[in-house]
């Protein structure tokens, strides 16, 4: 069982063996935290995904990690859901991008990971609900990965993504 910690940052200066990136099926790159990434891996990352692409959303592919530096190895790419109010799969999409990381962190053999907050930007996923999502689907999901970090990028996220990892003592009603 994994450790799970939520720490709030810039996720391409966490150090270890993998690093997840919310990209497009394109894995060419883009914005927010997956422009970051391929701004700081070089554009060596952008010529290795687009030769493994497309990737399906809830999938994961790796490359390596290139211009980041160790002990960063590995970045696994992942799409997550459009959010599209709810009724189209998103969650489970989502859960899937969690799942899919996981198996191929162990097949890696990274045995650290740090996540953003996927699809909870450009893809508009509801921040609340994807960090339940999140929380819950890497406490379910089996592997060998001992050390994986929430990073959010902001204090709105690290709240929510906190609660998801501890939630508030809820009132127990007496009697
Ligand atoms: N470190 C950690 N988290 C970050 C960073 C960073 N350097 N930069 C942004 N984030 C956070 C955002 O604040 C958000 O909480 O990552 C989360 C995911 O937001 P996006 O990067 O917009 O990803 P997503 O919503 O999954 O949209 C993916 O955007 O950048 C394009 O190519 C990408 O088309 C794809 C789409």
């Known amino acids: 069982m994994a450790v799970i910690d939520v720490v709030r940052g810039d996720i391409t200066r966490e150090q270890v063996d993998a690093i997840v990136t919310a990209a497009n099926e394109s894995l060419l790159g ?17 010529e ?17 990690a290139f211009d980041l530096d160790p002990p960063v190895r590995h970045v696994i790419h992942t799409v997550g859901p459009v959010w599209r109010g709810g009724g189209y799969g998103e969650a489970e999409v989502l859960a ?15 045995r650290s990971v740090a996540f953003p907050a996927i699809a909870t930007g450009v893809y508009g996923f509801p921040a609340d609900r994807a960090a339940r999502i999140a929380v819950g689907t890497l406490r379910s999901t089996p592997s060998q990965v001992e ?28 009697g």
Do not use: K, W
């Open 30 to 46: 883009g914005g927010g935290v997956d422009g970051a990434i391929h701004r700081a891996a070089g554009p060596r990352l952008a």
């Open 96 to 110: 899937s991008c969690y799942r899919r990381c996981l198996a191929v962190a162990d097949e890696l053999g990274a």
């Open 147 to 174: 050390r994986i970090r929430l990073v959010a990028f902001d204090e709105t996220t690290l709240t929510l993504l906190r609660a998801a990892l501890d939630p508030p003592e809820t009132n127990a009603s007496t």
């Open 48 to 64: 290795a995904g687009g030769a493994i692409a497309p990737c399906p959303p809830g999938e994961a592919m790796a490359t390596p």
